[in-house]
């Protein structure tokens, strides 16, 4: 199990960027997924990007090219960088992990499937 803290939401216009931080501690003696989901004000959840322990990556369609994750090893520390924000975008944001080796990009649609999570970090976009 990993310990995840959120941070570097706020409120921007139309455009803007944002670059959210997640700390991670704990347990780490497992190989971990690393993600970033989302969960509107609808409540609907969905998983927008992963990092697997080998360094691949993946991302929802609807995000590729505008948003990227990363991870700063030294500092335990998991980004997602997000530009070109749209109002569609506000949501909470949140990162979590998942022990295994590999990801599988179907557990983007799937947040049951993943059992560590932050507390979330809100995210505004005005039009």
């Known amino acids: 199990q990993v310990q995840l803290t959120e941070s570097g939401g706020g409120s921007v216009q139309a455009g803007g960027s944002l670059r959210l931080s997640c700390e991670t501690s704990?347990?780490?003696?497992?190989?971990?997924?690393l993600y970033w989901f989302r969960q509107f004000p609808s409540k609907r959840r969905e998983g927008l990007a992963y990092l697997e322990h080998t360094g691949e990556t993946d991302y929802r369609d609807s995000v590729k090219g505008r948003f990227t994750i990363s991870e700063d090893k030294a500092e335990n520390t998991l980004y997602l960088q997000m530009n070109d924000l749209k109002p569609e975008d506000t949501a909470v944001y949140y990162c979590?992990?998942?022990?295994?080796?590999?990801?599988?990009?179907?557990?983007?649609?799937?947040?049951?499937?993943?059992?560590?999570w932050g507390r979330g970090t809100q995210v505004t976009v005005s039009p």
């Open positions: 979590a992990a998942r022990p295994d080796s590999y990801c599988y990009y179907y557990t983007l649609n799937d947040p049951e499937a993943v059992p560590d």
């Open positions: 704990g347990d780490r003696s497992y190989s971990y997924c």
